[in-house]
């Protein structure tokens, strides 16, 4: 806006002759993330261990927690701060088999807090600037600052939504402040130029971000598809932005764990039922 300007361009309010409270020009400041102290422990199995200052809140996911101290409260809540959010948020938390609720975790003086992923994997904390959005699979999110914006986004394209291994349901995680992931194995990151591509096999795609364009492409050959080993699809990222992967997926886990039950083959499975499967979300971690 020009220097002296009274009203927004935009929106035609008026911005205010002095300043708000706030400073702000008697509009809300951006949210504002608290520094929060943590760390991670552990090799494959780790915890995130969060010692929380007096008053200070994240929220997670329903059974994310490993143990907390005494003096740290509790309680389940439903995202969104309107009711109508509130409702929205339940319903699309529904549709992706999740529980409706997130529980906030609330220190009554110094206090601890741990959370942990229900299988064998890594820990990856996230800074999100303000505005700043990343795209995460629905198993992936573990815990974050209440500054945080938690919502349901759903892939936009339907090849992606069908085969793409994640289905068609994605957590939208928006800035400022820390969000804390969990996957499989090991993180792989890459940090995309525009038009920068990278290919990965469906399932192993973790998080992106927004700017980063997702779509699902056929191997190329017929031989290569069913001999190759690697399915009938891989996931298509382009940048810019940056992307993370993980090295291990369930479906993997299960495989070396229990190979009858998967043939030996963790693509065996008839395309067709797997894409019907996908539609909602896979088995993926």
Known sequence: MPDGAKFCGSC??????????????????????????YTIVGSNLQIARVRLAHGQQVYAEAGRMIY????????????????????????????????????????NGPGEVGFAGSYPGKIQSIDLAPGQTMMAQKEAFLFAQPSIQMSVA????????????????????????LVFIHAGGDFIEFLLGPGQTVQVETGCIVAF?????????????????????????????????????????????????????????????????????????????
Do not use: C
């Not at 008026?14 to 102290?37: H, I, R, T």
């Not at 936009?156 to 995680?173: D, M, N, S, V």
């Not at 997926?249 to 009858?260: S, V």
């Open 12 to 37: 035609g309010n008026s911005l205010g002759a002095q300043a708000g409270p706030s400073g702000w020009g008697g509009y809300a400041p951006p949210p504002v993330a608290e520094p929060l102290d």
């Open 154 to 177: 759903f892939v936009k394209k339907l090849g992606a939504g069908f085969f793409g291994g994640e289905g068609f349901i994605l957590q939208r995680l928006i800035g400022p402040g």
């Open 68 to 107: 907390k101290t005494a003096n740290v409260a509790w309680n389940t809540r439903m995202t969104g701060q309107t009711l109508g959010e509130k409702l929205m948020g339940a319903l699309r938390r529904t549709i992706t088999g999740e529980s409706l609720f997130v529980t906030y975790f609330q220190s």
């Open 209 to 285: 971000e927004e700017t980063v364009s997702y779509d699902i492409e056929f191997v190329g050959s017929i031989k290569t598809a069913f001999f190759g080993g690697e399915g009938l699809f891989l996931a298509s990222l382009t940048g810019p932005g940056k992307v993370i992967l993980q090295s291990m997926t369930l479906q993997k886990m299960r495989r070396e764990l229990a190979p009858q039950a998967t043939m030996g083959n963790e693509h065996s499975i008839n395309p067709i039922n797997a894409a019907i499967g996908g539609i909602f979300g896979g088995d993926e971690g």
